[in-house]
């Protein structure tokens, strides 16, 4: 009889913390929103580069970014397997400074073929866009990412993953 008490006690004490955070969760959020981003207000809630642009403006950057991206994808993972493989090397002991070097140079050339690639669509938006404009959009091209206006995004390590600081040089004896 005890046994079935205590259960029961137990269930119905589950039962009555899940509706105090059901109900916390639902009357904080549905009657309270998370406040907008700064800079996203508006009827168009993009990026402020897109804002300031007619329909037709706006679809061709769309166009153009999504070309930019299919264009870049191969790229962009050939450059991230390099870093990979640079990381690999480096990690060896010895480092062989040889096939780090050989990587570099590659990743070199695969962000130099990068550049061309959005240098080349950034000129084709130069055809439809006013100077104003386009220097929103460079600036929103150079954070490459879409966040609050005028925020960077902090790089970190190879390929955007956070990496341990460097170990600390041994004693000279």
């Known amino acids: 009889m005890k046994m079935k008490i205590l259960v029961g006690a137990l269930v119905f004490l589950i039962l009555v913390n899940l509706a105090t955070i059901g109900s916390f969760v639902y009357f904080r959020f549905m009657h309270h929103p998370p406040p907008m981003m700064p800079g996203m207000e508006g009827p168009f809630h993009g990026p402020p580069p897109f804002r300031n642009m007619d329909e037709a403006q706006r679809n061709k950057v769309m166009a153009l970014m999504e070309s930019l991206r299919s264009e870049t994808e191969e790229l962009n993972v050939k450059a991230s397997e390099i870093e990979r493989h640079t990381f690999d090397l480096l990690q060896r002991n010895p480092a062989p400074e040889d096939s780090i070097d050989r990587n570099l140079q ?34 929103e091209m150079g954070r490459g990412h879409h966040g609050p206006p005028g925020e960077r995004r902090e790089r970190r390590g190879m390929g955007g993953r956070d990496m341990p600081p460097p170990p600390d040089p041994p004693p000279d004896h």
Do not use: G, N
């Open 106 to 139: 590659e990743l070199s050339a695969v962000r130099l073929m990068l550049s061309r690639k959005v240098t080349k669509k950034f000129l084709e938006a130069k055809s439809f866009l006013t100077t104003e404009q386009q220097r929103m959009l460079f600036e």
